[in-house]
């Protein structure tokens, strides 16, 4: 009895043992095996010679489909190349080095993670760079308290390298611009959030009141053409006639309408 | 003469403010298109011809200030053309381009005329799109011309204003700009150009006189008004010079094409313009 439990008791932890080891047991042949990303492989010809390129040794640089960093994240919100942030990224904003701990930072672009930070009048327009406005490393958060960015010396230390003169009021101008209809835009910004409806709606009224009048004026006009073509073949006179019969009439009371107008033309 | 009789209908000054209006907005429309979609092959081309992105902003400023001094010489004009003493008659008759009730009842006649329920309206000297063709103008012109204005001096006006409500001014100053350039290039067009009877092109802001027997037609209270006050012998013209006519057609062809072309590239670009 008693060995048949300790038996049982053995087996059972030994199960829970190996299931836990099982958990638990780093996954040791994946990590060492040789990919440049987690979807494709190395073809066999690099991993029989051994020989590879620069750019393949580099851990996670090559993509599986090309395309923008902005279209990857469209379809999939999480892609190889997002950078798992521990940080949240409004916590981020008091940080000294806003940056800190984002895997493989000094192989990345701004524009691969700021998509639409990067994409702004002043770097279009004004051909700057990211960090002329945001300098160097470390780059401090926005509401880091040292930082130039800072809202409270943003003006003399950032936007008057340009501006000459730009005052604190010059610096609430937003730079990078946002998306004006967003609800989050309502919350935040709601001037330039009414605004965009207002405008919006105007312009579609516009169009689509005169385009629709423009529209039916021009084609009933046509109609009224083919009509006045086809007229003199079927016997359709009647029909049409005293339409445009009412309008003249009150004008035909009035004197003659000729010899009047051909007067000062002798 | 063995043409038609034409009477007149737009004087000198009348006709130079339009022409006026054509060139400089076209000058606004392609140095703004440019610059707006200047992300583009597109936009780089366009503003390459005026000299670069800087190049183009100075024209735009430059011929936007233009504007602005022709619109307040315009409103000078205006006013020196209302009668003063009998205002109320000068500003509300019909000769007069502000809107009346009678242009609420033209519309409404012209809608049921769209269905078949009734005749065409008979209208004055106005119509009601006239109107409004004119007053989207006098509206169009003041917003985009202080907004404009405010923006080429941000420095200063953000001492005056905060400094966000340039965004905000951004987005009026371009919206209203795509606006104006969808209108004209849509409606206005079509109703110049593409009408039945006007279709080559409607010539009378160029040659200033419309034929007596056409705007019989449409405009038959005016003809009757024009008679009943005995000015109709006075109104007619000749017509225009067969050389001045080629200048205007080509000159309204060229407005034309340039219209056409920015219409198309807005909406070909259509996801490169940002509002903001």
Known sequence: MDLRRLLRMAVLQAALGLLGVLVLWPPAAPAQEEVTSPIRRYKEREASTGYY???????????????????????????????????????????????????????????????????QAHTIRGNLTCRQ?????????????????????????????????????????EVHERETGAASTRKTFPSLYYTNWFMYLLIVGTLAFFGLHTLIWVGKESYHAIREKMKPEPESKPEIEPEPEPEPEPQEKAPPEKPEPKEPEK | MNGPVRIVRFNVLDRLFHVFIMVTFLIQAVTGMGRLLFSTNWGKTVVNLFGGYDGATTVHKTVGILMIIGFVIHI?????????????????????????????????????????LGPPPAFDRWTYWEKFDYWAVFWGLPLLGITGLMLMYPLAVSRIVPGWVLNILVLLHRAEALLA?????????TIGHLRRGMFPMNECMFAGSVELEKEREEKPLWIARLREEGKLEEAVVPGPPPWYRVVYFVFGYTALTIGLYLLVTIIVYRNYIKWH
């Open chain 1, 133 to 173: 406005c945001h300098g160097g490393e470390p780059i401090a958060g926005i509401n880091y308290y040292y930082s130039p960015m800072n809202p409270i010396r943003r003006h003399a230390y950032v936007c008057s390298k340009c501006h000459e003169g730009a005052s604190v009021s010059f610096a609430t101008y």
């Open chain 1, 53 to 119: 390129e620069d750019y393949e040794v580099k851990p996670r640089r090559a993509r599986p489909f090309v395309g923008a960093p902005e279209v990857q994240r469209r379809y999939s919100p999480v892609t190889p190349y997002r950078p798992r942030a521990a940080i949240e990224p409004q916590a981020r904003s008091y940080l000294q080095d806003s940056h800190a701990g984002i895997q493989f930072y000094e192989t990345r672009h701004c524009e691969e993670c700021h998509v639409k930070e990067a994409n």
């Open chain 2, 181 to 189: 350039m969808l209108y004209i290039f849509i409606i206005h067009f």
């Open chain 2, 76 to 116: 000078i004009y205006v006013l020196a053309k209302v009668e003063w003493k009998s205002w109320r008659k000068s500003l509300f008759d019909a000769d007069s381009l502000v809107p009346r009730p009678a242009d609420a009842v033209h519309f409404g006649q012209k809608v049921r005329w769209f269905f078949g």
